[in-house]
Protein backbone atom coordinates (compact mmCIF):
# COMPACT_ATOMS: atom_id res chain seq x y z
CA UNK A 1 0.00 0.00 0.00
CA UNK A 2 0.95 3.41 -1.26
CA UNK A 3 0.71 6.12 1.48
CA UNK A 4 -1.54 8.96 -0.34
CA UNK A 5 -2.59 12.49 1.02
CA UNK A 6 -5.60 11.68 2.01
CA UNK A 7 -4.37 8.90 4.18
CA UNK A 8 -1.09 10.89 5.56
CA UNK A 9 -4.19 13.48 6.18
CA UNK A 10 -6.37 10.97 7.99
CA UNK A 11 -3.27 9.47 10.03
CA UNK A 12 -1.51 12.48 11.33
CA UNK A 13 -4.50 14.52 11.93
CA UNK A 14 -2.86 17.66 9.55
CA UNK A 15 -3.66 19.79 6.79
CA UNK A 16 -1.38 18.87 3.93
CA UNK A 17 -0.12 21.85 2.31
CA UNK A 18 1.71 22.68 -1.57
CA UNK A 19 5.27 21.84 -0.07
CA UNK A 20 4.10 18.88 2.02
CA UNK A 21 1.25 17.22 -0.62
CA UNK A 22 3.94 17.21 -3.78
CA UNK A 23 6.06 15.58 -1.47
CA UNK A 24 3.49 13.01 -0.14
CA UNK A 25 2.25 12.49 -3.63
CA UNK A 26 5.91 11.92 -4.68
CA UNK A 27 7.60 9.94 -2.28
CA UNK A 28 5.84 6.40 -2.66
CA UNK A 29 5.95 4.95 0.68
CA UNK A 30 4.82 1.77 0.15
CA UNK A 31 4.09 -0.68 3.16
CA UNK A 32 2.27 -3.63 4.04
CA UNK A 33 0.38 -4.70 7.04
CA UNK A 34 2.39 -7.29 9.61
CA UNK A 35 1.24 -10.85 9.37
CA UNK A 36 0.41 -12.19 12.92
CA UNK A 37 3.97 -14.26 12.74
CA UNK A 38 5.72 -10.58 12.34
CA UNK A 39 4.02 -9.26 14.93
CA UNK A 40 5.04 -11.67 16.96
CA UNK A 41 8.93 -11.14 15.94
CA UNK A 42 8.70 -7.25 16.31
CA UNK A 43 7.09 -8.15 19.78
CA UNK A 44 9.43 -10.39 21.18
CA UNK A 45 12.68 -7.98 19.64
CA UNK A 46 11.63 -4.95 21.72
CA UNK A 47 10.97 -6.97 24.66
CA UNK A 48 14.64 -8.24 24.07
CA UNK A 49 15.89 -4.88 24.00
CA UNK A 50 13.76 -3.44 27.09
CA UNK A 51 15.41 -6.36 29.20
CA UNK A 52 19.08 -5.39 27.33
CA UNK A 53 21.66 -2.54 29.04
CA UNK A 54 20.74 0.41 26.71
CA UNK A 55 23.01 3.54 26.31
CA UNK A 56 21.18 5.94 28.34
CA UNK A 57 21.04 9.93 27.23
CA UNK A 58 22.49 12.49 29.16
CA UNK A 59 25.56 15.06 29.52
CA UNK A 60 27.70 12.76 29.32
CA UNK A 61 27.27 11.42 25.81
CA UNK A 62 28.61 14.45 24.05
CA UNK A 63 31.68 12.55 22.91
CA UNK A 64 28.88 10.00 21.21
CA UNK A 65 27.32 12.68 19.34
CA UNK A 66 30.56 14.39 18.20
CA UNK A 67 31.59 10.55 16.76
CA UNK A 68 27.92 10.64 15.56
CA UNK A 69 28.20 13.84 13.25
CA UNK A 70 31.83 13.28 12.00
CA UNK A 71 30.52 10.27 10.48
CA UNK A 72 28.99 12.05 7.83
CA UNK A 73 31.31 15.13 8.33
CA UNK A 74 34.41 12.22 6.85
CA UNK A 75 32.11 11.32 3.93
CA UNK A 76 32.28 14.01 0.88
CA UNK A 77 29.37 16.05 1.78
CA UNK A 78 27.72 16.87 -2.13
CA UNK A 79 23.83 17.48 -1.64
CA UNK A 80 21.46 17.49 1.42
CA UNK A 81 21.53 13.29 1.06
CA UNK A 82 24.60 13.35 2.57
CA UNK A 83 23.76 14.71 5.47
CA UNK A 84 20.87 12.04 6.48
CA UNK A 85 22.02 10.38 9.95
CA UNK A 86 23.88 7.20 9.49
CA UNK A 87 21.03 5.27 12.35
CA UNK A 88 18.16 5.88 9.68
CA UNK A 89 16.32 3.13 8.22
CA UNK A 90 17.35 0.07 10.59
CA UNK A 91 14.72 -1.42 10.76
CA UNK A 92 12.14 -2.41 8.56
CA UNK A 93 9.11 -2.44 11.11
CA UNK A 94 8.00 1.36 11.67
CA UNK A 95 4.95 3.08 13.60
CA UNK A 96 2.30 4.25 11.19
CA UNK A 97 -1.63 5.18 12.39
CA UNK A 98 -1.13 3.77 15.76
CA UNK A 99 0.41 -0.10 14.91
CA UNK A 100 3.76 -1.62 13.09
CA UNK A 101 3.94 -2.05 9.33
CA UNK A 102 6.29 -3.54 7.68
CA UNK A 103 8.22 -0.93 5.35
CA UNK A 104 8.84 -1.48 1.14
CA UNK A 105 10.18 1.24 0.12
CA UNK A 106 13.79 2.12 0.70
CA UNK A 107 13.76 4.73 2.52
CA UNK A 108 10.59 4.92 4.68
CA UNK A 109 10.91 5.97 7.43
CA UNK A 110 12.76 8.67 6.51
CA UNK A 111 10.50 9.95 4.07
CA UNK A 112 7.80 9.52 6.69
CA UNK A 113 10.08 12.38 9.16
CA UNK A 114 10.01 14.52 5.64
CA UNK A 115 6.24 14.44 5.32
CA UNK A 116 5.69 15.32 8.58
CA UNK A 117 8.73 18.23 9.09
CA UNK A 118 7.73 19.84 5.92
CA UNK A 119 4.14 19.87 7.09
CA UNK A 120 4.57 21.40 10.44
CA UNK A 121 7.37 23.87 8.80
CA UNK A 122 5.00 24.80 6.05
CA UNK A 123 2.34 25.61 9.38
CA UNK A 124 4.25 27.39 11.90
CA UNK A 125 8.15 28.79 9.57
CA UNK A 126 6.86 29.59 6.94
CA UNK A 127 6.16 33.41 7.03
CA UNK A 128 9.52 33.62 10.10
CA UNK A 129 12.32 35.44 9.03
CA UNK A 130 14.68 33.98 11.57
CA UNK A 131 14.51 30.32 12.35
CA UNK A 132 16.80 28.91 14.84
CA UNK A 133 16.69 24.53 15.55
CA UNK A 134 18.54 23.31 18.87
CA UNK A 135 19.97 20.22 18.17
CA UNK A 136 20.48 20.43 14.53
CA UNK A 137 23.04 18.01 14.68
CA UNK A 138 24.09 17.24 10.81
CA UNK A 139 21.65 19.99 9.45
CA UNK A 140 19.50 17.93 7.34
CA UNK A 141 16.47 19.10 9.14
CA UNK A 142 17.25 22.44 8.27
CA UNK A 143 16.98 22.10 4.13
CA UNK A 144 13.70 21.39 5.17
CA UNK A 145 12.94 24.67 6.40
CA UNK A 146 14.83 26.06 3.45
CA UNK A 147 12.36 24.32 1.53
CA UNK A 148 9.19 25.79 2.64
CA UNK A 149 10.83 29.60 3.72
CA UNK A 150 13.60 30.63 1.24
CA UNK A 151 14.47 33.86 2.90
CA UNK A 152 14.93 33.31 6.76
CA UNK A 153 18.04 33.21 8.22
CA UNK A 154 18.38 30.02 9.09
CA UNK A 155 20.44 29.35 12.16
CA UNK A 156 21.94 25.19 13.16
CA UNK A 157 23.27 25.16 17.01
CA UNK A 158 24.03 22.01 18.20
CA UNK A 159 26.83 21.35 21.36
CA UNK A 160 29.15 18.99 19.02
CA UNK A 161 31.48 20.97 17.22
CA UNK A 162 31.50 18.83 13.98
CA UNK A 163 28.20 19.89 13.40
CA UNK A 164 29.07 23.52 13.34
CA UNK A 165 32.03 21.83 10.86
CA UNK A 166 28.88 20.25 8.47
CA UNK A 167 26.97 23.21 8.67
CA UNK A 168 30.13 26.12 7.55
CA UNK A 169 30.81 23.05 4.89
CA UNK A 170 27.50 23.19 3.47
CA UNK A 171 27.13 27.01 3.35
CA UNK A 172 30.20 26.96 1.78
CA UNK A 173 29.64 25.02 -0.93
CA UNK A 174 26.24 26.53 -1.75
CA UNK A 175 24.20 23.52 -0.87
CA UNK A 176 22.33 24.96 2.06
CA UNK A 177 22.43 28.53 3.12
CA UNK A 178 22.50 28.53 7.30
CA UNK A 179 24.51 29.69 10.25
CA UNK A 180 26.41 27.56 12.96
CA UNK A 181 26.51 28.13 16.64
CA UNK A 182 27.75 25.58 19.43
CA UNK A 183 24.77 25.45 22.21
CA UNK A 184 24.14 22.60 24.98
CA UNK A 185 21.13 22.17 25.81
CA UNK A 186 22.10 21.29 30.03
CA UNK A 187 24.05 24.60 30.24
CA UNK A 188 22.56 27.27 27.84
CA UNK A 189 24.63 30.29 26.81
CA UNK A 190 22.38 33.36 28.27
CA UNK A 191 25.30 35.42 26.19
CA UNK A 192 24.11 34.25 22.89
CA UNK A 193 20.86 36.61 22.20
CA UNK A 194 18.44 35.57 19.73
CA UNK A 195 16.34 37.82 17.64
CA UNK A 196 12.78 38.58 19.38
CA UNK A 197 10.01 37.25 17.52
CA UNK A 198 11.99 34.40 16.21
CA UNK A 199 10.88 30.55 15.66
CA UNK A 200 12.55 28.34 17.32
CA UNK A 201 12.28 24.29 17.04
CA UNK A 202 14.02 21.44 17.91
CA UNK A 203 13.92 17.52 16.40
CA UNK A 204 14.17 14.38 18.26
CA UNK A 205 16.86 16.45 19.80
CA UNK A 206 15.73 17.92 22.87
CA UNK A 207 14.62 13.91 23.75
CA UNK A 208 18.32 13.80 24.85
CA UNK A 209 17.83 16.03 27.99
CA UNK A 210 15.29 13.61 29.82
CA UNK A 211 14.16 15.82 32.80
CA UNK A 212 16.94 18.53 32.90
CA UNK A 213 14.34 20.85 30.12
CA UNK A 214 13.45 23.35 32.33
CA UNK A 215 16.88 25.86 31.94
CA UNK A 216 16.23 25.57 27.99
CA UNK A 217 12.55 26.76 28.11
CA UNK A 218 13.57 30.01 30.52
CA UNK A 219 15.99 30.73 27.94
CA UNK A 220 13.88 30.76 25.34
CA UNK A 221 10.95 32.74 27.00
CA UNK A 222 13.57 35.16 28.39
CA UNK A 223 14.58 35.17 24.60
CA UNK A 224 10.51 36.46 23.82
CA UNK A 225 10.52 34.22 21.20
CA UNK A 226 7.55 34.22 18.62
CA UNK A 227 6.87 30.06 18.79
CA UNK A 228 8.86 27.36 19.55
CA UNK A 229 8.10 24.40 18.03
CA UNK A 230 9.14 20.68 19.78
CA UNK A 231 8.69 17.34 17.60
CA UNK A 232 9.81 15.29 20.30
CA UNK A 233 8.83 11.60 22.00
CA UNK A 234 5.74 13.46 24.55
CA UNK A 235 5.07 10.62 26.94
CA UNK A 236 2.21 12.52 28.45
CA UNK A 237 0.20 11.74 25.01
CA UNK A 238 0.69 7.94 24.91
CA UNK A 239 -2.10 5.82 25.95
CA UNK A 240 -0.86 3.62 28.69
CA UNK A 241 -3.15 0.99 28.36
CA UNK A 242 -2.01 -0.01 24.85
CA UNK A 243 0.52 -2.17 24.11
CA UNK A 244 2.23 -0.34 21.22
CA UNK A 245 1.92 3.19 23.77
CA UNK A 246 3.31 1.07 26.82
CA UNK A 247 6.56 -0.15 24.23
CA UNK A 248 7.00 3.64 22.84
CA UNK A 249 7.30 4.99 27.12
CA UNK A 250 9.39 2.46 28.45
CA UNK A 251 11.56 2.92 25.51
CA UNK A 252 11.73 6.17 26.36
CA UNK A 253 12.47 5.93 30.23
CA UNK A 254 15.27 2.64 29.73
CA UNK A 255 17.12 5.26 27.34
CA UNK A 256 16.29 8.33 29.70
CA UNK A 257 14.88 10.47 27.10
CA UNK A 258 12.66 13.18 27.67
CA UNK A 259 10.60 13.16 30.67
CA UNK A 260 7.81 15.69 32.19
CA UNK A 261 8.50 18.50 29.21
CA UNK A 262 4.49 18.56 28.25
CA UNK A 263 3.50 18.73 31.87
CA UNK A 264 6.11 21.62 32.38
CA UNK A 265 4.79 23.26 29.97
CA UNK A 266 1.22 23.37 31.20
CA UNK A 267 2.70 24.53 34.45
CA UNK A 268 3.99 27.24 33.20
CA UNK A 269 0.45 27.97 31.17
CA UNK A 270 -1.40 27.66 34.05
CA UNK A 271 0.88 30.70 35.59
CA UNK A 272 0.27 32.40 33.34
CA UNK A 273 3.86 32.14 31.46
CA UNK A 274 3.42 30.70 28.55
CA UNK A 275 0.62 29.68 26.22
CA UNK A 276 0.39 26.09 24.44
CA UNK A 277 -0.72 26.44 21.08
CA UNK A 278 -0.83 22.74 20.14
CA UNK A 279 0.20 19.66 22.08
CA UNK A 280 -0.92 16.41 19.87
CA UNK A 281 -0.17 13.42 17.97
CA UNK A 282 0.87 12.33 14.71
CA UNK A 283 0.94 8.67 15.22
CA UNK A 284 3.99 7.39 12.89
CA UNK A 285 7.61 6.78 14.55
CA UNK A 286 10.09 3.70 14.47
CA UNK A 287 10.09 0.67 15.42
CA UNK A 288 10.94 1.39 19.35
CA UNK A 289 8.97 4.57 20.13
CA UNK A 290 6.84 7.31 18.48
CA UNK A 291 9.19 9.95 18.44
CA UNK A 292 7.63 12.34 15.85
CA UNK A 293 4.73 14.40 18.49
CA UNK A 294 4.22 17.65 18.82
CA UNK A 295 4.23 20.60 20.96
CA UNK A 296 3.96 24.22 19.88
CA UNK A 297 4.48 27.20 22.25
CA UNK A 298 5.12 30.68 23.07
CA UNK A 299 5.58 33.30 26.05
CA UNK A 300 2.11 34.42 27.09
CA UNK A 301 3.70 38.23 26.34
CA UNK A 302 3.84 37.17 22.49
CA UNK A 303 -0.07 36.20 22.37
Known amino acids: ?18 ESRLFVETARMEYEELTSHEADIVHKEILKTLSSPLKVSGEDRAEDWESGWSQNLDSEITSIKD ?3 KYMG ?6 WGGRFVKSLSKDFEYDMLQAIQ ?24 LARVRKVNKSANLTG ?12 EVNKKGILKCNGKR ?11 LVEKSKVYTFAALEQVGSRHQDFVRYLIDSKVDVCLSIEPITELLNKNLKIDSFSEEYCKKRGYLEGYLTFLRDL ?5 IKILEAKRNYIGSMYLEGYMQVAWQPVENK
Request: charged residues 20%; negative net charge.
Open 183 to 193: FNFFSPDRSFQ
Open 83 to 85: LIP
Open 90 to 95: KFPYVR
Open 1 to 18: MIITPQEFESVTGELLLP
Open 269 to 273: ETKGE
Open 157 to 168: LDWATSSQRILF
Open 118 to 141: LCLFEKWMKSAENIYEFGCGTGHN
